[in-house]
């Protein structure tokens, strides 16, 4: 059976698709062929720690060997014994928790809170237009002028 191929637009965006999805895989990997990333890159001279980096990258430096991976220990801990180190630091933990309980704060109640500490405080005096007044007039009376500029 033969349909027509403008009855499936998804069909004819398909060739669209592949043309320009192989167009960007030929320009990344253009771009990627360019630049090498195993070119040994220059390391400048200047550098404090120039000479550290052309001693790790000769070539002739000795590489580990598998003979040199130290051997599974003999007497591993067993599971048991694992499980019960956990529980004893879960523990310890739980019983810190509760140790420290009454002194950890929450932010719940903040209105009780406020209440609190609105009554711990004691207001500051009312000020009235006549202690202003009064300042004012005592700190001009002190007030000594700066010396004239001649």
């Known amino acids: 059976m033969n349909v027509l191929a403008r009855l ?5 965006n398909a060739r ?8 960007l895989g030929v320009s990344i990997l253009g771009g990627c062929a360019a630049v090498s990333p195993f070119a040994a890159a220059p390391v400048d001279p200047t550098s404090p720690a ?6 790790g990258a000769r070539a002739d430096t000795a590489y580990p060997k598998f003979s040199d991976i130290p051997p599974a220990p003999a007497n591993p801990r067993p599971a048991r014994n694992w499980a ?15 140790q420290t309980a009454p002194g950890t704060w929450t932010l719940d109640d903040t ?9 711990d405080v004691t207001p500051p005096p ?4 006549s ?4 300042f004012a007039r005592d700190a001009r009376e002190r007030a000594t002028p700066p010396p004239s500029p001649r």
Do not use: K, M, S, Y
């Open 111 to 119: 209105a009780a809170f406020a209440a609190r500490a609105q009554a």
């Open 84 to 98: 019960r180190a956990v529980a004893n630091v879960e523990a310890a933990g739980a019983q810190l928790a509760a």
């Open 131 to 134: 202690d202003t007044e009064a």
């Open 8 to 12: 499936f637009p998804n069909a004819q």
């Open 50 to 55: 120039a000479q550290a980096v052309i001693a």
């Open 16 to 23: 669209l698709w592949r043309g320009a999805g192989a167009c």
């Open 126 to 129: 009312a000020i009235t237009t």
